[in-house]
């Protein structure tokens, strides 16, 4: 991921009660909006609870980033978001396939909604 699409402690803090929560199976998504001349960024947490391995947990991680990569290559233009994916336990013996269903629905959930972005 490159350094642009990264997010920051700053961010996080952000984001907390401004956005919008939805919840899938395998993920549950937090969106809020970035200033103006900022790109789409991403986060994806991961907590030992789901997955108490490492491995496991990376593994999640990079198939959920592909994910999101996947999806806005079909979609012309994203709004300036800040997405944080927070895995449920249902992610950890999840397919590629059924994490891209799930997020592709989060992120199509929330990119539909008008959010009063900051200045």
């Not at 907390?16 to 919840?23: L, M, V, Y």
């Not at 991680?61 to 800040?82: F, G, I, Q, W, Y």
């Not at 891209?100 to 972005?117: C, E, W």
């Amino acid at each position: 991921m490159s350094k642009i699409a990264r997010v920051s402690r700053v961010d996080f803090a952000a984001e907390s009660g401004t956005g919008k929560r939805c919840h899938g199976r395998l993920f549950s998504l937090s969106a809020a909006p970035l200033s103006r001349g900022r790109r789409l960024s991403l986060a994806c947490v991961v907590s030992k609870k789901v997955a108490p391995k490492a491995v496991e947990r990376n593994l999640i991680k990079r198939r959920c980033r592909e994910a999101v990569r996947a999806h806005m290559r079909t979609r012309a233009s994203a709004p300036p978001l800040l997405l944080v994916f927070r895995a449920k336990k249902e992610a950890a013996g999840a397919t590629f396939a059924d994490i891209l269903r799930d997020i592709g629905g989060l992120v199509d959930k929330v990119s539909d909604t008008r959010y009063n972005t900051p200045q």
